[in-house]
């Protein structure tokens, strides 16, 4: 098996004493930011990233996607020139650490670290890269067109590996990380507004590139953030062998690679709302498909009782966000019979087992007749309670939903199969506008 690469390359950041603060200049992924969120960002800091990934976001009047990119570009060049953004000199690894306050002090606990680094690109069906997500064409050339005309990949994708592997036990790449993260001063940090402290160093030392080379020989990742802009990657890759480019930098993308072994990652619920339908109209329609149980109580008791049911197998909670003493409903042990008579053969038992299939199958689809796309169903990351307001709002029901674990995500994408549509949220994402990657300077 070929495993990954991730070479060295010039990071352009942001120079701390030509801007407002580090933090000011960041922001979360593009398809993370929600309304309201791009002008708070412009406000605390007129040179945010958020001006290069979501171009134009930001302008009193819609502008054509084209337009746009081209606003991105100019400030992009702009930037560079006028100081507000730098280019290292040494081509580096970057060190990448993320996190958060502990016990009320000054300490701060370690939520994950990794390297950035420019990932060599391998064809579709390679058992190195694994995607777990389909992708839509409109996402995908959308991000391609911004990165070919800002000649710049702006933002890293997210991967995680060793978990799973056969290579066994930590590579060189997680240990230098560890090492450089606890012996150095870092180049930069910065507390974005979520109280995340995010730490980066640059790695310039050949010798420990070809640490990071051997440790990372033998080993897959599987993208758990970022499957449009990896697709995006390989489009323009392709498109620039076409057109006989052959400077190499299309052949790689920015991306982040943690060791999953060391840092396990965290894995949020993705829940969803169902407009119009009340919970109690709901879990009946279901009962011919799983069993159905009144659990009362508050939310969170609610929650535990998911939680908890979970363990045994795929099991969902509907509520609609009403504090009138309705009951939930409690969705478990799904009737083998009707699995049979919905769940697609041509996928693996392990797919047709995950709790986001028998949701999509046996209830959306099935069920309750409904298509599994908005506005029928409705996609609500996040907590319990989140989903549950949106319930009652749209004077609907909420599907509680538990969180997939990274083995059954790991096991999926090894298959060459893919989860269904937004049933993992992989964090904590990577911070955007810490270190950029430009093509020029590769």
């Known amino acids: 098996m070929r495993g990954l690469t991730l070479e060295p390359f010039r990071g352009v950041r942001y120079a701390s004493d030509r801007v407002s603060g580090i933090a000011n200049v960041t922001s979360p992924p593009y398809d993370v930011i929600g309304p309201g969120t791009v002008e708070r960002l412009l406000e605390a800091e007129p040179h945010n990233v958020v001006r290069l990934i979501l171009p134009g976001a930001g302008s009193p009047r819609s502008l054509p996607a084209s337009e746009a990119d081209q606003i991105a570009a100019r400030d992009l060049r702009d930037w560079l020139a006028s100081g507000v953004l730098m280019r290292d000199p040494l081509p580096a690894l970057y060190v990448y650490e993320q996190s958060l306050p ?127 802009r990896y697709a995006a990657y390989l489009d323009m890759q392709d498109r620039g062998r076409v057109a006989g480019r052959r400077d190499g930098a299309l052949d790689y993308g920015l991306a982040f690679l943690v060791d999953a072994g060391a840092y396990p990652p965290r894995i949020n619920a993705i829940h969803r709302v169902i407009p119009g339908l009340p919970p109690a109209r709901a879990a009946e329609m279901a009962k011919e498909a799983v069993r159905v149980h009144a659990v009362p109580g508050d939310l969170d008791e609610a929650v535990r009782v998911l939680a908890d049911a979970g363990r ?48 999509r199958e046996l209830l959306v689809q099935g069920a309750w007749g409904l298509r599994d796309a908005e506005p029928e169903v409705v996609v609500v990351p996040g907590d319990a309670s989140a989903a549950a307001e949106a319930a009652r709002q749209a004077g609907g029901t909420a599907v509680i939903c538990n969180p997939v674990s990274a083995t059954d995500v790991r096991a999926v994408a090894e298959n060459g199969e893919r989860m269904p549509r937004k049933s993992t949220s992989f964090g904590p994402k990577p911070r955007t506008g810490l270190v950029m990657r430009t093509f020029a300077a590769f």
């Open 312 to 359: 045994r197998g795929p099991a969902f909670l509907l509520t609609d966000g009403l504090t009138d003493g309705s009951a939930h409903y409690l969705l478990s042990v799904p009737q083998p019979g009707r699995l049979a008579e919905v769940m697609p053969p041509t996928h693996s038992a392990r797919w047709r087992g995950l709790a986001a299939s028998v949701l």
């Open 102 to 228: 502990a016990g009320g002090g000054a300490a701060w606990e370690v939520v994950q670290r990794g390297l950035i680094g420019a990932l060599r690109l391998v064809p579709p069906g390679s058992p190195s890269v694994l995607p777990h997500e389909d992708v839509m064409p409109g996402p995908v050339q959308g991000r391609r067109e911004l990165m070919e005309t800002t000649q710049a990949n702006l933002e890293p994708i997210f991967l995680l590996y060793g978990s799973g592997d056969d290579a066994g036990g930590p590579s060189g790449a997680t240990r230098l990380v560890d090492e450089v993260a606890e012996a150095r001063e870092p180049l930069l940090s910065a507390v974005t507004d979520d109280g995340m402290r995010h730490r980066v160093w640059a790695v310039t030392d050949p010798a420990a590139h070809g640490l990071v080379a051997a440790g990372l020989a033998r080993r897959s990742a599987l993208i758990a953030d970022g499957h449009h």
